[in-house]
């Protein structure tokens, strides 16, 4: 639930910037997520050529305890005879990593769930050309969440959070 919420902010953000949904040169942002991907996926590569994928997020711990790293990664897909041709969006796959790199570093869906959006690892990176033809590029962003945060918005989602005597612990809003 969390992280997909993320995930979703991550997509919205996206979608929000008008360079993504310019009408004849829209450019697909799916989260990995859902179910209907795979159909999804392949009828915008096969459309329009062009496509971003925020992938499932990674976490990590730090040295704090209270305090867990999150990277989002998100995946541009090209498929550059049909993006680049008059149907396509003409907007190359480097193009639209440079644009969501520009909307999403020092960016938080929420300031008191996330930190703001650090570029991470590589930050933008050319994978390659995959067996399909796809040229592929990779953005990946690094955030912040308090993990006492995480178990209070997950105890409210349908019951508390309790230890093994059922009382409520400390973190969860709501009680047993």
């Known amino acids: 639930m969390i992280f997909s919420d993320l995930q979703n902010a991550v997509v919205e ?10 009408p004849g040169k829209t450019v697909g942002v799916f989260a990995e997520h859902k179910l209907d991907l795979a159909a ?10 062009a496509a971003v994928l925020v992938r499932t997020v990674g976490c990590a711990p730090t040295e704090r305890v209270d305090l867990a790293d999150v990277d989002v990664w998100i ?3 090209e498929f550059v005879s049909i993006n680049r ?6 907007k190359p796959g480097c193009d639209v990593g440079a644009k969501a790199m520009a909307l999403l570093r020092g960016w938080t869906p929420d300031n008191n769930m ?11 990176q050319y994978v390659g050309e995959d067996d399909q033809g796809l040229d592929r590029w990779v953005l990946q962003f690094r955030t912040q969440t308090m993990l006492e ?3 209070q918005v997950i105890g ?3 019951a ?3 230890d093994d005597q059922g009382r409520a612990f400390v973190v969860s809003p709501t009680p047993a």
Do not use: C, H, N, Y
């Not at 996330?114 to 933008?124: E, H, I, S, V």
């Open 13 to 22: 953000r996206l979608l929000w910037d008008a360079w993504f949904t310019e």
């Open 75 to 77: 995946e541009m897909t």
């Open 114 to 124: 996330w930190a703001p959006f650090l570029l991470w690892g590589q930050g933008l």
């Open 85 to 90: 041709g008059k149907s396509g969006s003409q």
């Open 149 to 151: 945060l995480l178990a």
């Open 156 to 158: 409210t989602d349908t």
């Open 40 to 49: 999804q996926w392949q009828q915008t590569i096969g459309k329009i050529g």
């Open 160 to 162: 508390a959070i309790v």
